[in-house]
Nanobody, 120 residues
C-alpha cells in the first residue's frame, strides 16, 4: 500500500513563494520517480516536473523552469516543490505522484491534491 499526502498549498500574491511537500509511505522502495502535476479549472492536468528517486535528476516544464525547484529527502520519504515568482496562471490543484517504472509517462500512485491560488 502506497500513500502520498501533499501539504503546503494556499493563497499567495503574485511574485510570492510557496513550498509544497509530498510525504510518501508504503512501498517507496519501488519508486523510480516522483512527479508534480497540476490541473487548473477547465484545463487538462499537466506535468510540472519530476525528480528521480535515485540520483535526483530533475525535469521541469518550460512554464516553470527557473521558478520552481523539486527536491527530495529520501530519509523522510518526502518530495518538495519550491515555487518562487508565482504567477496567477500557476493557480491550480497540485498533485504529487509516484512512478514505479524506470521510464514512461505513467504514474501509478497519486496524492489527493492541494490547492494553490495566486492572486494578482
Amino acid at each position: 500500500q502506497v500513500q502520498l499526502v501533499e501539504s503546503g498549498g494556499g493563497l499567495v500574491q503574485a511574485g510570492g513563494s510557496l513550498r509544497l511537500s509530498c510525504a510518501a509511505s508504503g512501498r517507496t522502495f519501488s519508486f523510480y520517480a516522483m512527479g508534480w502535476f497540476r490541473q487548473a479549472p477547465g484545463k487538462e492536468r499537466e506535468l510540472v516536473g519530476r525528480i528521480m528517486w535515485s540520483g535526483g535528476s530533475t525535469y521541469y516544464a518550460d512554464s516553470v523552469k527557473g521558478r520552481f525547484t523539486i527536491s527530495r529527502d529520501n530519509v523522510k520519504n518526502t518530495v518538495y516543490l519550491q515555487m518562487n515568482s508565482l504567477k496567477p496562471e500557476d493557480t491550480a490543484v497540485y498533485y504529487c505522484a509516484a512512478r514505479d517504472t524506470p521510464y514512461g509517462p505513467t504514474y501509478t500512485y497519486w496524492g489527493q491534491g492541494t490547492q494553490v491560488t495566486v492572486s494578482s
